[in-house]
């Protein structure tokens, strides 16, 4: 029996392929664009190593497209041919679960693998993320607290236990809490692009503006060989120059930072759902201050015709109706509507989640492009308390509590823009009316 470097036992066939493992697992925790090709080598060292068959299962579905649901499935049963421990199967059971449309089982296994094996970094990082896109940064909260104490800074992988303190104290609103653990990752490694977006969302939040564009500067030059989580990074940065009224160099981060079309990472991924989010986030955003985005809505919108069907993000379903909505693409938007409600009428709780909160989401966002204003309140007002059960932080729930607000003000509901002042107000320490996006309908109330 072989262990990894955690001292974890791992049924790999060789020294060879343990240390394989470990570097995978070590590209996976720094956001490594050099993922795929370490799996690759794991698995010519150990076709029959099973956790290697359930890591690449669960990498695909990281990617939130239907799309590659039967590769993850070809995965789990390579897995499940291989022999290995009650830790590796429950991972494999894990992995199933997530398969079949119940993130929130295979975040229990996982809890319950982190309560045998708290070193088990791989099963605390897939519930960390599964947590986020779950909405539950109560749960986030609570495993990192759960198995911190377990670890030393003599672990490998210690930082990413740091970087995702980080995360999961912001997003419970512990700023100090959060800038401390994340700063101190970055420090123990300047590359660690979870702590690095850990704090720039401490930044965002706390309205730092200009010290999270020094922030992202700083750092930046130590990502080569990353993957697109640095094209979020930048998205933060974009935020703090509109924050700041740049629209010029928001627009320059676009083009030539998270939105860049001849990048190697977009070319590879052209409608990778965080870049979506990024990209159709920003020009919603912009749009409202009547900057001109020219043609960029048009690509964004080509990539959600492709995807209409497609509803593993529950997240990016209403910003790829952003594009539709921002080009005019009615009967695109109405055949993305009925493929949502057939997804809907599944039994899997994905399917409870977009017929329950995504699907009038989405709907509110056409509603709101077409200009029918006070139905896009309607629509949004039943589930606004609900959205945050789609995923996405705070930052990036933001733009569609913008929706809702543009709605009110333009329909003429104050009591509805009364409504979501009072609740961005409530959760974010900035008031609305040092936010550009709030600032307006902040005065025009007030006055």
Known sequence: MFHDCRGLPLTAASKTAAD??????????????????????????DPGCGLAHTLMGCLLL?????????????????????PGTNREKAHADALAHWIDGDPKAAIAVWDQILADHPHDVLAFRLAHFLNF???????MLASVLSIERHWSPALPGYGSILACRCFAFEE?????????????AVRRDPGDLWAAHGVAHVLEMTGRRLEGIAWVRGLESGWDGTNNLKHHLWWHRA?????????????????????????????????????VQNAASMLF????????????????????????????????LPHWMMALAATGREHAARDMLAAMRDFASGTQPIAGLVRDIALPVTEAVLAHGQGRHADAVALMRPVIGEMY?????????????????????KSGSALDARMILQRVAGRHPVPPERRRGYAMGAHLLAG
């Open 62 to 82: 990281m990617g939130f497209r239907s799309d590659l649901l039967p590769a993850a499935r070809a995965a789990l049963a390579d897995s499940r041919a291989c």
């Open 133 to 139: 896109w779950c909405g539950r940064p109560e749960a």
């Open 172 to 184: 419970a609103g512990d700023y100090l809490q959060a800038e401390h653990a994340g700063r101190e």
């Open 20 to 45: 394989a493992f470990d570097r995978a697992i070590d590209s996976y925790l720094g956001y490594r664009s050099d993922m795929m090709a370490r799996m690759q080598t794991l698995l010519a060292a």
């Open 389 to 409: 059960l789609m995923g996405g932080s705070h930052a990036q729930q933001d733009v569609l509590e913008q929706v809702f607000l543009d709605s009110a003000l």
């Open 239 to 275: 935020m703090y120059h509109l924050e700041l009224g740049d629209s010029a160099t928001v627009l320059s981060l676009y083009d030539s930072g998270f939105r860049d079309l001849d990048s190697p990472l977009t070319r590879a991924a052209p409608d990778l759902y965080i870049d």
């Open 285 to 316: 955003r912009l749009g409202r201050f009547g900057v001109d985005a020219g043609g960029r809505w048009e690509e964004i919108a080509d990539k959600a015709q492709a995807r209409i069907g497609d509803c593993q993000s529950a997240f990016t």
